[in-house]
C-alpha cells in the first residue's frame, strides 16, 4: 500500500508546474554562471585573491571547474530553500485547499500512510533538485573548464589538492540535501497547519529568516538556542572542505538536522491523525 500512495503522490509532484522551477531556474542559471566565469574568471579571481597575491604567487589552473562549482554551491545554496518549499508547502495544505482530503481517505488508505507517503514524495523531489545542482555545476564546470586545486578561504586558506576534492563534493552535496530536507520538513509541518499553499511558503521562509538572524546575533542570550537551531548547522558542508574535515562538527550538524526531520515529520502525522476532515 505504501508504495502504491508513493507512486500516487510521485505522480502528483511531477504533474504540477511549480514543480519543475527549480529545475528550470538552474538549468538557465548555471550554464550562463560557467560560461560567465570561463569568460572573465580570471579578473574574478584576480580581485577576489588580490590581498593574498601580495604576499603569494599562485600556479596552475585555479579558477577550473572545481573551483566554479564550489562558487555556484555557495551561491544557490541561499536560494534553494525557498525553492523546495515550493514542493513541501503545498503536499498537505494543497488537498485542503482543493478539498480532496475526504476522496483520499474513502479508499483503503490510513491517514499514517497519506502522510508518510506526501513527506517520502517531497524528500525525493528535494534529492532530485540538489541533485541536478551538482550534475550542472560539476558536469558543466569540468567540462568547460577542466579540473584542478580548488582555494578555499574561510578562517584558514586550505588549497584542495585535484585528487582529493571529488570525495569532498559528494559528501557535501548530500549533507546539502540533509539541509534542504530540514527545510522541506519545516513546509510540510506548516503545511498540516493550514489549508493554503501560501501559509506554508511564507511562514517557512520566515522561520530561516528569524533563526539565521539569531544565529548572527553575538549575544550571551542566544548561546543555549543557537546549537538548536537548524539554520546554524546548514552550511555544515562547508565544514568538509576543510584540511582536516572536523568530523565531530560535521555529524553535530546532520544529527541536528536529523532531529528537526524527524520532528517535523512525527508532529505533521500527529495534527493530520487528529484533524477533523470529514466535515
Not at 497547519?193 to 538572524?213: H, K, Y
Amino acid at each position: 500500500m505504501m508504495i502504491t500512495a508513493l507512486r500516487v503522490e510521485l505522480a502528483k509532484v511531477f504533474s504540477k508546474w511549480r514543480t519543475f522551477i527549480g529545475f528550470i531556474a538552474m538549468t538557465l542559471l548555471v550554464p550562463v554562471i560557467v560560461l560567465a566565469m570561463s569568460a572573465e574568471g580570471g579578473q574574478y579571481f584576480s580581485f577576489a585573491m588580490q590581498t593574498l597575491q601580495q604576499a603569494f604567487t599562485f600556479t596552475g589552473n585555479l579558477m577550473n571547474g572545481y573551483t566554479v562549482a564550489y562558487i555556484i554551491f555557495g551561491a544557490l545554496y541561499l536560494h534553494v530553500p525557498f525553492l523546495v518549499t515550493l514542493v513541501a508547502g503545498d503536499s498537505l495544505a494543497g488537498e485542503a485547499t482543493s478539498g480532496t482530503y475526504r476522496l483520499l481517505l474513502t479508499r483503503p488508505l490510513t491517514r499514517t500512510t497519506m502522510v508518510t507517503s506526501k513527506y517520502l514524495a517531497s524528500m525525493i523531489y528535494v534529492k532530485l533538485l540538489v541533485l541536478w545542482m551538482a550534475i550542472l555545476s560539476l558536469g558543466l564546470g569540468v567540462l568547460v573548464l577542466g579540473t584542478g586545486e580548488v582555494i578555499v578561504i574561510r578562517s584558514q586558506i586550505t588549497i584542495i589538492a585535484q585528487n582529493d576534492v571529488l570525495w569532498r563534493f559528494a559528501l557535501a552535496y548530500a549533507f546539502a540535501m540533509l539541509s534542504m530536507m530540514t527545510v522541506a520538513s519545516v513546509a510540510f509541518l506548516c503545511s498540516s497547519l493550514v489549508e493554503n499553499s501560501i501559509g506554508p511558503i511564507m511562514t517557512t521562509m520566515a522561520i530561516i529568516i528569524v533563526f539565521t538572524i539569531i544565529s548572527a546575533i553575538d549575544l550571551p542570550l542566544f548561546d543555549s538556542i543557537r546549537p538548536l537551531l537548524f539554520t546554524n548547522h546548514m552550511n555544515g558542508w562547508k565544514l568538509l572542505f576543510d584540511d582536516p574535515v572536523d568530523w565531530s562538527r560535521v555529524a553535530t550538524s546532520a544529527s541536528v538536522l536529523a532531529g528537526h526531520m524527524a520532528a517535523c515529520y512525527g508532529a505533521a502525522l500527529i495534527i493530520v491523525r487528529r484533524k477533523d476532515i470529514l466535515t
